[in-house]
């Protein structure tokens, strides 16, 4: 029975190690490529997080050192009956 616990546990951390790998790999790719390569590397970084601590400490690090997303645009008003245009704010 403690083999089969061992075998699974490392099945469990090889699949996670490869997982990762290759999500920050794939993120790392999409920075030069198109596609959300930072959002992929997070998504990397989270599924290492959950055997490695190295990797919680660089996603901890990444959460405190990204900036706020910017606030939306304010929303645009619907055109008149007689417009063919959206009414919309100036952008700043």
């Known amino acids: 029975?403690?083999?089969?616990?061992?075998?699974?546990?490392?099945?469990?951390?090889?699949?996670?190690?490869?997982?990762?790998f290759t999500l920050c790999g794939a993120g790392l790719t999409m920075l030069l490529l198109p596609g959300p390569g930072m959002l992929v590397i997070f998504?990397?970084?989270v599924v290492l997080a959950t055997e490695y601590t190295w990797a919680e400490r660089a996603l901890e690090h990444t959460r405190t050192?990204?900036?706020?997303p910017p606030t939306p645009p304010a929303a645009c008003t619907p055109p008149a009956p007689h417009a063919?245009?959206?009414q919309c704010p100036p952008q700043r």
Do not use: F, N, Y
């Open 43 to 45: 998504l990397g970084l």
């Open 65 to 68: 050192h990204t900036p706020a």
């Open 84 to 86: 063919s245009v959206l």
């Open 1 to 20: 029975m403690h083999r089969r616990r061992t075998i699974t546990s490392t099945a469990k951390r090889l699949l996670v190690m490869c997982a990762g």
